[in-house]
């Protein structure tokens, strides 16, 4: 069981990153260098330093990219190991796993990771104004935990009592509120950050479902193969 984990993760998680990497690279990453250029005072858009909204094309920097690449596929491969041990657990429950029930597990994994955090936490772009960082690494693990659970009962809770619970810990991360400034300023275009924040949420989705289908294929192929060199 042990090996089919690590081998499905390895796999899943590094196809997954290397194509989120890649999308980042194409997407995200000019909207970040636009953003720096506001944040490094060379660009403004109070007076007549306006410039105009067009982004810069990706300026590749071999090291940097690559490094950028292979950090994304590590972040991914801890995902994956995560989602394939929950797997393992689902299956045991008599739940399906194979590539098209891994979407419905990739959209969940971007509801728990992203869009649960991203909803009173969205991403930021370089000089925005952002509350102390460890306030807001508490919030943010504490919202995708609960986020996790939530999803869990919903899945495979199967009572309304724990339905209920699940909702109220969707919830109440919100209700409490994420760490904010203590004022709204910046040198980047409100535009350049809601562009961020789109892309970001965009190739994170788009990561995570082909993380999920990645996993329960692999999940699956991993499982035949096991029984086909038991069955010798």
């Not at 909204?53 to 995560?82: E, H, K, N, Q, W």
């Not at 008599?94 to 959209?107: K, S, T």
Request: charged share 10%; proline share 6%.
């Amino acid at each position: 069981m042990t090996s089919r984990i690590l081998i499905t993760a390895l796999f899943a998680g590094a196809s997954a990153g290397l194509m989120a990497g890649l999308l980042q690279l194409l997407f995200v990453q000019p909207v970040l260098l636009h953003a720096e250029l506001y944040e490094s005072g060379q660009m403004t858009h109070f007076g007549a330093g306006a410039v105009g909204a067009r982004l810069p094309l990706p300026a590749f920097d071999a090291v940097r990219d690559v490094l950028s690449v292979i950090f994304t596929m590590l972040t991914y491969t801890g995902y994956a190991l995560l989602m394939v041990a929950l797997m393992s657990i689902a299956e045991e429950r008599g739940a399906p796993i194979d590539a098209r029930w891994g979407l419905l597990w990739g959209v969940a994994g971007f509801v728990a990771f992203h869009l649960a955090p991203g909803f009173s936490l969205a991403p930021e772009v370089p000089g925005a104004a952002a509350a102390e960082v460890t306030a807001r690494q508490i919030w943010w693990f504490a919202t995708v935990g609960a986020a996790c659970v939530s999803l869990w009962l919903i899945a495979f809770g199967g009572r309304v009592l724990l339905w209920a619970l699940a909702v109220v810990l969707l919830l109440l991360p919100h209700l409490i509120g994420a760490p904010e400034p203590t004022r709204f300023a910046g040198p980047v275009p409100p535009e350049i950050a809601a562009l961020f924040a789109a892309r970001a949420f965009g190739v994170g989705l788009a990561a995570w479902v082909i993380l999920g289908a990645f996993a329960g294929l692999f999940w699956q192929r991993e499982g035949a193969r096991i029984s086909a060199a038991e069955r010798i």
